[in-house]
């Protein structure tokens, strides 16, 4: 089973910028189509960004549309997930998770095992 393990959460002003890391283990990473999720204290997780194996494909959760971009560096058995345009609703435990790849390429988003610890991405006004 793959070990993810996220980083680069921190503390910005909105209208700052994040890039989120999280680093994964094992041969066959560039098999796994791979996926950001967040949540916010009192709130359902949600879901943030996907990509598939290849990094061809990409899908977005509505509120982060024109903001963050996911990408991949299957060298490096990483994905990423840049952040622009922070708002304070942004505020949450981000965490990276594989997916299921068929309905990933779909359109639709399934977390199918693997979870990292997450990471604290905390928005000021």
């Known amino acids: 089973q793959v070990q993810l393990a996220e980083s680069g959460g921190g503390l910005v002003q909105a209208g700052g910028s994040l890039r989120l890391s999280c680093a994964a283990s094992g041969r066959t990473f560039s098999s796994y189509a791979m996926g950001w999720f967040r949540q916010a204290p009192g709130k359902e997780r949600q879901f943030v960004a996907a990509?598939?194996?290849?990094?061809?494909?990409?899908n977005y959760g509505d509120s982060v549309k024109g903001r963050f971009t996911i990408s991949r560096d299957n060298a490096k058995n990483t994905v990423y997930l840049r952040m622009n345009s922070l708002k304070p609703d942004d505020t949450a435990v981000y965490y990276c998770?594989?997916?299921?790849?068929?309905?990933?390429?779909?359109?639709?988003?399934?977390?199918?095992?693997?979870w990292g610890q997450g990471t604290q991405v905390t928005v000021s006004s």
């Open positions: 990509i598939s194996g290849s990094g061809i494909i990409t």
């Open positions: 998770a594989v997916v299921d790849g068929t309905a990933q390429r779909m359109g639709s988003i399934f977390p199918s095992g693997s």
